[in-house]
């Protein structure tokens, strides 16, 4: 099958393997502490899982992490990277980064049945409890993240699931009960995903029962949009969210002592779940609340 081109300065690290290409690595239970000191040098990709680092497959000769458990004290410094793009330092409790072929539209890669516990106490540009990076043609399928997590970069891309979910990617059924924090005003927060990033790509089933304490201030933005909310941050560029349970709390940092929060309740919760257009609200439908 078709490899990945990797650089030598954009590696791939885990605690299992660093890159995996067209494998299979299933029923795997990892309890470490993972200290990540970052790159030495700006705008350059790196990227680190708890199960691995980068993930590569195609429809041909798939990807497939599968019922995997981590258990982890993971602390990530970015370095000397300040993105919080593509090129940036990702960290995921399970991978750090998956893509495949350029144009592939099938399911090229496969993270089912995976659970990420432990703290995650990050300053990247990317950190989530089960994949940081979604780049392409990804699927994340009955994951469940519990990890408590807090990440203090400026203007990252966080979440609980995953940072960024590309074209003809899908989260499908994940649990999130793990509580985030970010504290920085231009840093994007989602409970599930931060950054909805492809036409094709979408959400279904699944819930969040953790709180989520957004450091996000809409000031920063020059529209005045919250990029923050229990499903996304931005609810942007997707085919659908649905048939989600939206639960936990929201609020927003206001420093080491208390954040300040909102009164989330079945009449006003849709204002919480995100920012999007009102065309692209019209996409999110079958939402249930439940109180936490």
Known sequence: PDRPRRAADTPGAGVLAG????????????????????????????????IAGFVFGTP????????????????????????????????????????????????????ENCVNNGTITAKSGRSAGILAAANLATLIKNCVNNATHTNSFANARIAQIVCTLGNYSGVLGCTN??????????????GMVALFNGDESYLEGGTNTGTIITGFDPSTDGNNRNFSGIIGANISKFKHVKDFVVSGKYGHYKGADAPEMETVTAENFRDYIGYRTEANDAKITGLTYVAP
């Not at 893509?99 to 090229?108: D, E, K, L, Q």
């Open 19 to 50: 890159p995996v290409a067209g494998s299979t690595i299933e029923n795997v239970t990892v309890k470490a502490t993972l200290t990540i000191s970052g790159a030495d040098v700006d705008n350059k990709r790196f990227s680190v899982g708890g």
């Open 177 to 190: 009960n793990g509580d985030l924090t970010t504290t920085d005003a231009k840093t994007t927060t989602g």
């Open 60 to 111: 041909e000769a798939p990807a497939l992490i599968k019922g995997c458990t981590v258990t982890a004290t993971a602390n990530v410094e970015s370095g000397k990277n300040t993105k919080n793009g593509a090129t940036c330092v990702h960290y995921g409790g399970i991978v750090g980064f998956s893509t495949t072929v350029s144009g592939t539209t099938a399911i090229a890669c496969t993270l």
